[in-house]
């Protein structure tokens, strides 16, 4: 009597599980496809993200310190910070602080607000190439309007609008990086 090995030689009607070489090969190949078709809406997808971020951050500092300056009847200045929080720079990407009166020199820790850390991707100027921006206790940016350009690390960015009394809003279209 001869037994026959069903690994190597399955019964008729039986289901094989498995992939052939080719179906193998066609699959990886429609992979390979469409990962080079998907890999540039990702990379925008993170653009956006990276500007959505910055964006979001200025507003919720500019935000802060016009609110305060009025609830509190106080002058209140954003600007960015050096590493130890002591003093204004000129650098708007990096760390920004909310500072209680018009102090951009020597800072102290209780005039600290609240700190925005920044982010190594974007790069943010402002047009008047002040290093400070000071709500007046009504709310007001006298002097100080003008625009923050932000770019990440694609083509096109955010620009954000300052204006006079103190409402910073985005500007619609995008500006070229």
């Known amino acids: 009597m001869m037994t026959c090995d069903t690994a190597a030689h399955p019964r008729p009607g039986s289901v094989q599980r498995g992939f ?3 179906e193998l090969m ?11 078709w998907l890999a540039p809406s990702f990379q925008a997808l993170g653009h956006h993200s990276m500007l959505n971020s910055e964006t979001t951050r200025l507003q919720a500092a500019f935000a802060l310190a016009r609110n305060t300056a009025i609830t509190q009847r106080t002058a209140v200045t954003v ?29 102290e820790p209780a005039q600290v607000l609240r700190t925005f850390p920044g982010q190594l991707a974007t790069y943010t100027t402002y047009s008047r190439g002040w290093h400070r921006v000071t709500y007046t206790p009504l709310g007001h940016a006298s002097g100080y309007n003008g625009s923050f350009d932000v770019c990440a690390t694609g083509e096109t ?10 409402r910073l809003r985005i500007d619609t279209s995008p500006i070229a990086c």
Do not use: E, F, Y
């Open 20 to 22: 052939t070489l080719l």
């Open 26 to 36: 066609v699959a990886l190949v429609l992979m390979a496809v469409m990962t080079a």
């Open 79 to 107: 600007c960015p910070a050096n590493p130890q929080h002591t003093a204004c720079t000129a650098s708007w990407h990096d760390t920004l602080m909310v500072v209680k009166g018009r102090a951009t020199d020597t800072i």
């Open 157 to 166: 960015g955010k620009r954000l609008v300052l204006s006079q009394l103190g």
